[in-house]
């Protein structure tokens, strides 16, 4: 109760100094209505990286190393190389994670379905809660495997075989190639081999193995955040921020987060850089572990000579965006060679988003959609009601802060980190904003978050047909209209041939009441046996020594704690020396 009241009284006390600051702004052309945001769709997050892992998005020219917060788009693909791990958040509490040798893609996202195709390796999904109507399909070279329901999940595609298992209360439907669609109940495994004419046989789920138990470890760790207190819990990477810095309350902005162990003139929109997303169009990157949530929610203000990301008000649906930035045109720079520039900086506490992507009823229309406090035009506070033309949103806050204004030429942006291709020298006193879309036009280099080398599929990979009941997202690259045309020196896009899946039919969902077909018993010489019930814990009695306690004994733990831990297993189906480690890995500076 008494963070709440804190926070409703940070709120008010910021709507109240803001607002006898000057006279309400005035009213012209009506705001973006709050149905205009395009697609509402959150698009799936790449949060943790460990090993090789490569990335390929349709546009550019090679697998390029895929690098932590991309947000992933119909059409791209993942590669774990031999020693690599990923990880992408699809929910505030579902995870797909793959390892060694695998390649997973996304096919398809829509507001209730979400499509991943795996043509060769080891993937999990890690579903703690799922919203209602929400469907996730894997799809396989021998079956796709629909999702419906909270649980855990996991599938192993090999040459000859798949095999897919279902845990802690998860439930399933697989759809094989030329077959009916049966039921994958609870704790139950099924296996395919052998084509054309597959064979289908159902076993009991076996023990967890090591990288189980990893999954299981991370997702308990990732979903008790000491941040979620802060933010709402439609935000992903909240876990991030417990570490990689604090959170203060200040009397005008409530609760604010403030990154730990930056560099001395670091500023918010310049450790990072803009790449194409064919749902978003430009859309912010950043290098830092911890930078998902502040550059795709909220806002930055600037306390005491520190940057602090301010969430605002918590909200039940906050809207996500590329990102949260003002760009500004030429001139505002002053440059030996006179080229064409592009500066941008973040938003302040209430400052309107003025949308560079979206349809032409969002584009270019100032709008405060997902923003619960405040909302602030030019250093005033405006009513909910008031509507606001965009040419006169000509005031941001954070450009008076020294260097917080981060510039490119024109022809570099997009192209290459933001890091080697910034322009120092600004003049903060000629700024243009851009009112609307950003004209630069992608190339093959905007397709890509990381530079260099990466390790490529195997060709027998790449060319497996998957079993699916709709087929890809079109992945056309779009580009904006009336764009700055690319350098001559410009990498062009190369398509890449991928083979079209097989289309089943979709399964329909069974009554409640019904018992759904199920593949027939493989045949197996033993089950796995139900670990007893843990014994209840004694309490001692009054005067007893604590060393009397009789201790609980957890399922599937020997009764002696004190006994040497069991050596790390090889994951089921895995390469021959590759070991998983018996608990998450420790986080480096870069978050994999």
């Given at each position: 109760m008494k963070t709440l009241a804190t926070r409703a009284l940070a709120t008010l006390l910021a709507v109240t100094?803001?607002?006898s600051a000057a006279p309400t702004a005035r009213a012209a052309v009506p705001t973006a209505p709050p149905d205009a945001s395009p697609l509402g769709l959150i698009p799936p997050r790449l949060s943790y990286l460990d090993g090789e892992v490569s990335f390929w998005r349709p546009g550019a020219q090679d697998w390029s190393p895929a690098e932590i917060n991309i947000p992933l788009a119909p059409g791209d693909e993942l590669y774990t190389a031999h020693q690599g791990d990923l990880e992408m958040q699809i929910g505030t509490r579902a995870f797909v994670r793959a390892w060694g040798d695998t390649q997973v893609g996304l096919s398809n996202q829509d507001r209730d379905f979400l499509q991943f195709k795996v043509t060769n390796g080891h993937v999990s999904l890690d579903v703690r809660s799922l919203d209602p109507n929400q469907t996730v399909e894997l799809d396989t070279p021998q079956a796709a495997f629909t999702i419906d329901r909270p649980g855990y999940y996991r599938v192993d595609v090999e040459p000859a075989q798949t095999s897919?298992?279902?845990r802690r209360g998860g439930r399933a439907t697989m759809t094989p190639a030329g077959g009916p669609s049966v039921a994958v109940t609870p704790s139950e495994e099924v296996v395919l081999a052998g084509a054309p004419n597959t064979s289908v046989q159902a076993y009991v789920a076996p023990d967890l193995d090591v990288w189980d138990q990893w999954n299981y470890a991370r997702t308990e760790e990732l979903i008790d955040s000491m941040s979620a207190r802060y933010v709402s819990s439609a935000v992903y990477g909240v876990d991030d921020l417990d570490h990689y810095g604090n959170w203060r309350v200040v009397p005008t902005y409530g609760s604010v987060w403030v990154p730990?162990?930056?560099?001395?003139?670091?500023?918010?929109?310049s450790t990072g850089r803009w790449v194409w997303d064919r749902h978003y169009g430009w859309t912010w990157v950043d290098a830092a572990p911890w930078g998902w949530a502040p550059y795709h929610y909220g806002r930055w203000v600037f306390i005491d000579?520190?940057?602090a990301w301010a969430p605002g008000p918590i909200v039940v649906r906050p809207a996500y965006a590329p990102a949260l930035v003002a760009f500004f045109g030429a001139p505002g720079v002053a440059v030996a060679a006179n080229a064409p520039l592009l500066s941008w900086v973040a938003l302040g506490w209430g400052e309107p988003v003025v949308p560079w992507w979206g349809s032409s009823r969002f584009v270019g229309r100032p709008s405060w959609v997902g923003w619960g406090g405040p909302r602030v035009v030019n250093n005033v506070v405006v009513n909910r009601t008031t509507v606001v033309d965009v040419k006169t949103v000509t005031v941001y806050r954070n450009v008076g802060v020294q260097n917080a204004v981060v510039a490119v030429r024109a022809d570099h942006f997009g192209r290459q980190p933001v890091r080697e291709a910034r322009v120092v020298e600004v003049d903060t006193q000629r700024l243009q904003p851009v009112?609307?879309?950003?004209?630069?036009?992608?190339?093959?280099?905007?397709?890509v978050a990381g530079s260099g080398p990466a390790a490529r599929p195997p060709e027998a990979a790449l060319d497996r047909r998957v079993v699916a009941t709709r087929p890809p997202a079109r992945t056309t690259v779009a580009s904006p209209p009336s764009v700055v045309a690319a350098p001559a020196q410009a990498t062009a896009p190369v398509a890449r041939r991928e083979p079209a899946p097989r289309i089943v039919a979709a399964p329909t969902p069974a009554p409640v009441a019904s018992v759904p077909p199920r593949p027939p018993f493989g045949v197996s010489q033993t089950e796995r046996v139900r670990p007893a019930s843990p014994t209840a814990r004694v309490e001692p009695a009054p005067?007893?020594?604590?060393?009397?306690?009789?201790t609980r004994s957890l399922p599937g733990e020997p009764a002696n704690r004190l006994a040497p831990h069991r050596a790390a297993e090889t994951p089921r189906g895995a390469p021959a020396g590759h070991a998983r480690p018996p608990h998450a890995p420790e986080r480096d500076q870069r978050g994999r």
């Open positions: 100094i803001t607002a897919f298992i279902t730990s162990a930056v560099p001395a003139g670091w500023v918010p929109y000579g520190l940057w009112h609307g879309a950003v004209r630069t036009r992608p190339d093959a280099a905007s397709f005067g007893r020594p604590n060393d009397a306690v009789a």
